[in-house]
């Protein structure tokens, strides 16, 4: 049998930067999940609509904040953007 040296290598197929993109769209979940679950207790509170928005998208970019700046570097001990 002879060697052929057109083997399908998946690594090289797959972008790296789709893992962050994925890494990104997941966090971006997470964050979205935990605005609106909270949304209804400011709601009890007494905040108005507007104010509800500015605290739902607050809330959704603490979490990436938070993800980014303090959890991923934890869990990876490397940078985001090392790779690309």
């Known amino acids: 049998m ?5 083997i399908h290598v998946p ?3 797959w972008p790296l930067y ?3 993109v994925i890494e990104f769209f997941i966090a971006l979940g997470a964050g979205l999940g935990i605005s609106l679950v909270s949304m209804d207790y400011f709601k ?3 905040f108005s609509d507007a104010m509800t928005t500015w605290l739902f998208w607050g809330i959704d970019g603490a979490v990436l904040l938070v993800y980014y700046l303090i959890i991923r570097p934890l869990i990876m001990k490397r940078p985001v953007l090392s790779k690309i």
């Open 2 to 6: 002879g060697v052929h040296n057109n």
């Open 18 to 20: 789709m893992w962050y």
């Open 44 to 46: 009890k509170m007494g």
């Open 11 to 13: 690594r090289d197929s």
